[in-house]
């Protein structure tokens, strides 16, 4: 079972600090790597993507990939009471996606 | 508007009734897949599709069917429901895979909010 692993939180933050979310995964072969963010009761929404080792940066989204240690992050600079969601984690090799269980990040104000 | 429609949104039935959740997309897209997402769980793929007449199974197919008879829409088939099928179903869309590798963005329905009692 090929699976990818996220701490499940939640992750309290400060508003205006920086979240850290974090994700593993087992199966060496997987080509890309997205972060989601759902809201409760609603649907996922593409935050980034990353299918390179190194960093990808997107206005306050940084995602880093390190396919080496399996490992890719999300950071979160300046949050915001609004980025109080579930962050989920998916990984694809070739057609199949394979989802994490999310972190639960709260921004306090 | 861009977008993937679910019908329907909410639906309560009893043990063995037959049903099918419907998904349609007006992107054009490829790749068609259908996640239940249960507490503690996460997102769980059920069945994929390429394209039209080509589907596969996902990590937790058992108990479900699908088909692709045209591009935009790809049905949920629970020929016989059962109580463990009680979940929220998504419906995504993408673009489709370039060559290999799969780098698209998928597109989520509103979900359907499942009861079997």
């Known amino acids: 079972q090929k699976e990818v692993e996220q701490n499940s939180g939640p992750l309290s933050v400060p508003e205006g600090a920086i979240a850290s979310l974090n994700c593993t995964y087992s199966?060496?072969?997987?080509?890309?790597f997205f972060w989601y963010r759902q809201y409760s009761g609603k649907s996922p929404e593409l935050i980034m993507f990353?299918?390179?080792?190194g960093d990808k940066e997107d206005g306050r989204f940084t995602a880093q990939l390190n396919k080496a240690s399996q490992y890719v992050s999300l950071l979160i600079r300046d949050s915001q009471p609004s980025d109080s969601a579930t962050y989920l984690c998916?990984?694809?090799?070739?057609?199949?996606?394979?989802f994490g269980t999310g972190t639960k990040l709260q921004v306090i104000p | 508007e861009a977008q993937v429609t679910q019908n329907p949104r909410y639906l309560i039935t009893v043990t063995g009734k037959k049903l099918t959740v419907t998904c349609s997309q007006n992107?054009?897209?490829?790749?068609m897949s259908w996640y239940r997402q249960d507490p503690g769980l996460g997102l769980r793929q059920i069945y994929y599709s390429m394209n039209v007449e080509v589907t596969d199974k996902g990590d937790v197919p058992e108990g479900y069917k699908v088909s692709r008879k045209e591009k935009r829409n790809f049905p949920l088939i629970l020929e016989s429901p059962s109580p463990n099928q009680t979940s929220l179903y998504f419906c995504?869309?993408?673009?489709?895979?370039?060559?290999?590798?799969?780098?698209?963005?998928?597109?989520f329905g509103p979900g359907t909010r499942l009861t079997v009692l």
């Open positions: 998916a990984v694809t090799s070739y057609q199949k996606v394979t």
């Open positions: 995504a869309s993408s673009l489709g895979p370039r060559d290999s590798s799969f780098t698209d963005t998928q597109y």
């Open positions: 992107m054009n897209h490829e790749y």
């Open positions: 199966d060496r072969g997987s080509q890309s």
């Open positions: 990353i299918y390179s080792n």
